[in-house]
């Protein structure tokens, strides 16, 4: 499969504890995006990397959270002290360079907060 | 602020016969615009795009129109099929694919 890969699927956890979720992109794509999705609603742009570099972030994105792709290929992001509002459907996607080429996602990872 | 869209929640559909989407949105500046289809548990999926200085765009059995003048996108879904039954967004590219996406529209097709 040469699609987007995200890793787990689903995440249950506790309120305060930390959590980490893994998105590998479509190889040859160097832009990787996060983006939320709750119940009922489009996703929302969170952050996205040009290879290794974190390019822009969202207000969206609190100080509790924070991504990486330390070698321009696969990303984490972290999410520290989760709160019950941090439940959502987190997407991640990947493109090709050039500013008009359509996103491709991955299945997204559902975190649950307890 | 600037937004996007859509004018119907469920559109509810005979199977064979052709679909429509319609999404508004308002930023006069966009010059790029995608649709989405989204099954349950599954990540948007690329249906088509649209560059704003297309009026008109056509992929398999899809084709999306687009109405700078009114502001206005439409996805034509032709001979619908039970496997087309999903949540539709359309979505609006802020610069460097930060896409602005609205609250979609669930298509439900009737055997």
């Known amino acids: 499969d040469t699609g987007v890969s995200q890793n787990p699927r689903h995440k249950i956890t506790k309120r305060g504890q930390n959590v980490t979720f893994r998105c590998d992109p479509i190889s040859e794509h160097n832009r990787l995006y996060w983006y939320r999705q709750t119940l009922g609603q489009g996703p929302e742009f969170l952050t996205y990397f040009q290879n290794e570099a974190q390019l822009e972030k969202s207000r969206l994105l609190s100080d509790r959270f924070s991504a990486e792709r330390p070698k321009g290929s696969f990303s984490t992001l972290e999410i520290q002290r989760t709160e019950q509002g941090d439940s959502a459907m987190y997407l991640c996607?990947?493109?090709?360079?050039?500013?008009?080429?359509?996103?491709?996602f991955g299945n997204g990872t559902r975190l649950t907060v307890t | 602020g600037e937004s996007v869209g859509l004018h119907l929640p469920t559109l509810s559909v005979q199977e064979g016969d052709n679909s429509i989407i319609n999404c508004a949105y308002s930023n006069s500046a966009s010059d790029y615009f995608i649709w989405y289809k989204q099954e349950s548990g599954k990540g948007p999926q690329f249906i088509i795009d649209i560059r704003s200085n297309m009026d008109k765009r056509q992929g398999q059995r899809v084709t999306v129109l687009l109405n700078k003048t009114v502001k206005h996108l439409s996805l034509q879904i032709a001979a619908t099929q039970p496997g087309d039954s999903a949540v539709y967004f359309c979505?609006?590219?802020?610069?460097?694919?930060?896409?602005?996406f609205g609250k979609g529209n669930q298509v439900v097709v009737i055997p």
């Open positions: 979505a609006e590219n802020h610069g460097n694919n930060r896409l602005a």
């Open positions: 996607a990947s493109s090709l360079g050039s500013s008009n080429s359509p996103l491709h």
